[in-house]
């Protein structure tokens, strides 16, 4: 008996480690598309800290962010490298393929947070190279995949994660206008394409709220699918009017520019109440959602979805204020920061637990 003990303990313990890799490797079959969305949040948050002075949560929330990106490389590198049709399967659908677009707003975001808390525009340049390939190589073939579609998406498989296409649009405009001081020689063409990405997001913008209006209306929309990723109607609206703000705060640097301020002033304002709108309108159906339809308020990552217009609204209300001359404004993002940092720690901390709790169980597991 002895000997058959000592035998089989080889055995059992290789079971074990197998189930436990199963188990960890599982998770990341179904890691969200839209992941990076928790650098985007984490990032804004950290940016609407810094612009009103409070530099220890703004530098704590920065590296916090450059550790959750890198962790985010890893375990999409590892879905492509084990799950590569799982990885094919969420790019070819309609409902989840926009995700991959947060990986693009998540370079430009953390880019943003290099120049300004930071000071570092080297580092900030790797992440919009990094930033604009993945635009390029993922916007086309999206478009491409739903144009070229026998079966053709039906509009309820448009939600919130198609807003990405603009968030990403704008947020490669944003961070070219900020990178245009540190290249002087390539300043008006850092600044003209700027330019033309927020008009073209602006475009996608007008383009996607109106087929997003469309099904919420006139189509049944159940509570569970009412989700938070509809707050990036909002935070899509915010990034709009930010890279606005910021092309009107650096108009200077660009004589041609200047002659537009008027048009930029105004369609930048423009968002700004359109996103502002939104917001009753989801705190209204949020309330339905969870308190009225009893929907759970278990961790997702989709609620990253809702953090990130908070601080995105925050931000583009204080440049908005700035470029505009429109000081009263400020008294709403001196609001809204406080209930951005909050929910983002609130989030943050529901998600280790959750990681926590499944890593435990995955420790846990034997024959």
Same mark, same amino acid.
């Given at each position: 008996?002895?000997?058959?003990?000592?035998?089989?303990?080889?055995?059992?313990?290789?079971?074990?480690?197998?189930?436990?890799?199963?188990?960890?490797?599982?998770?990341?079959?179904?890691?969200?598309?839209?992941?990076?969305?928790?650098?985007?949040?984490?990032? =804004?948050?950290?940016?609407? *800290?810094?612009?009103?002075?409070?530099?220890?949560?703004?530098?704590?929330?920065?590296?916090?962010?450059?550790?959750?990106?890198?962790?985010?490389? $890893?375990?999409?590198?590892?879905?492509?490298? $084990?799950?590569?049709?799982?990885?094919?399967?969420?790019?070819?659908?309609?409902?989840?393929?926009?995700?991959?677009?947060?990986?693009?707003?998540?370079?430009?975001?953390?880019?943003?947070?290099?120049?300004?808390?930071?000071?570092?525009?080297?580092?900030?340049?790797?992440?919009?190279?990094?930033?604009?390939?993945?635009?390029?190589?993922?916007?086309?073939?999206? $478009?491409?995949?739903?144009?070229?579609?026998?079966?053709?998406?039906?509009?309820?498989?448009?939600?919130? #994660?198609?807003?990405?296409?603009?968030?990403? #649009?704008?947020?490669?405009?944003?961070?070219?206008?900020?990178?245009?001081?540190?290249?002087?020689?390539?300043?008006?063409?850092?600044?003209?394409?700027?330019?033309?990405?927020?008009?073209?997001?602006?475009?996608?913008?007008?383009?996607?709220?109106?087929?997003?209006?469309?099904?919420?209306?006139?189509?049944?929309?159940?509570?569970?699918?009412?989700? #938070?990723?509809?707050?990036?109607?909002?935070?899509?609206?915010?990034?709009?009017?930010? *890279?606005?703000?910021?092309? =009107?705060?650096?108009?200077?640097?660009?004589?041609?520019?200047?002659?537009?301020?008027?048009?930029?002033?105004?369609?930048?304002?423009?968002?700004?109440?359109?996103?502002?709108?939104?917001?009753?309108?989801? =705190?209204?159906?949020? #309330?339905?959602?969870?308190?009225?339809?009893?929907?759970?308020?278990?961790?997702?990552?989709?609620?990253?979805?809702?953090?990130?217009?908070?601080?995105?609204?925050?931000?583009?209300?204080?440049?908005?204020?700035?470029?505009?001359?429109?000081?009263?404004?400020?008294?709403?993002?001196?609001?809204?920061?406080?209930?951005?940092?909050?929910?983002?720690?609130?989030?943050?901390?529901?998600?280790?637990?959750?990681?926590?709790?499944?890593?435990?169980?995955?420790?846990?597991?034997?024959?």
């Amino acid at each position: 008996m002895k000997f058959n003990f000592a035998n089989n303990e080889p055995r059992q313990l290789r079971v074990a480690k197998t189930k436990r890799l199963k188990s960890f490797l599982s998770g990341i079959a179904n890691l969200s598309p839209a992941y990076f969305s928790l650098v985007m949040a984490t990032g =804004i948050v950290s940016i609407a *800290a810094y612009l009103y002075n409070w530099i220890f949560i703004s530098k704590t929330l920065f590296w916090i962010n450059l550790i959750a990106y890198i962790i985010l490389c $890893f375990l999409f590198a590892a879905r492509l490298f $084990f799950y590569k049709n799982e990885f094919r399967s969420d790019f070819l659908d309609d409902r989840k393929n926009m995700g991959f677009l947060s990986f693009t707003a998540a370079n430009c975001i953390i880019g943003n947070q290099f120049i300004l808390i930071a000071g570092n525009y080297q580092f900030a340049t790797y992440f919009f190279v990094i930033g604009l390939a993945s635009w390029v190589f993922l916007i086309y073939p999206l $478009f491409a995949v739903l144009i070229e579609k026998r079966n053709k998406p039906s509009l309820k498989a448009i939600n919130g #994660t198609w807003h990405l296409i603009i968030v990403s #649009t704008q947020s490669l405009s944003i961070l070219s206008t900020l990178l245009a001081t540190n290249f002087p020689l390539l300043r008006e063409q850092a600044i003209f394409f700027a330019l033309i990405m927020f008009l073209c997001g602006c475009m996608f913008y007008i383009i996607v709220i109106t087929l997003i209006m469309h099904r919420l209306i006139f189509f049944e929309i159940y509570a569970k699918e009412l989700g #938070t990723p509809y707050w990036i109607n909002m935070g899509a609206d915010a990034i709009s009017v930010l *890279a606005g703000a910021t092309l =009107i705060l650096n108009a200077e640097k660009w004589p041609f520019l200047v002659g537009m301020i008027p048009f930029i002033k105004g369609f930048t304002l423009f968002f700004w109440a359109i996103g502002t709108w939104w917001i009753p309108l989801m =705190i209204i159906l949020g #309330t339905w959602r969870h308190l009225i339809k009893h929907i759970s308020l278990k961790y997702s990552s989709q609620y990253w979805g809702m953090v990130f217009p908070l601080g995105m609204y925050t931000v583009c209300t204080v440049r908005l204020s700035q470029a505009v001359g429109l000081k009263f404004l400020m008294g709403i993002p001196s609001v809204f920061v406080i209930i951005a940092i909050i929910v983002w720690a609130v989030v943050f901390i529901s998600m280790l637990y959750t990681v926590g709790c499944n890593m435990l169980k995955v420790a846990t597991i034997s024959e």
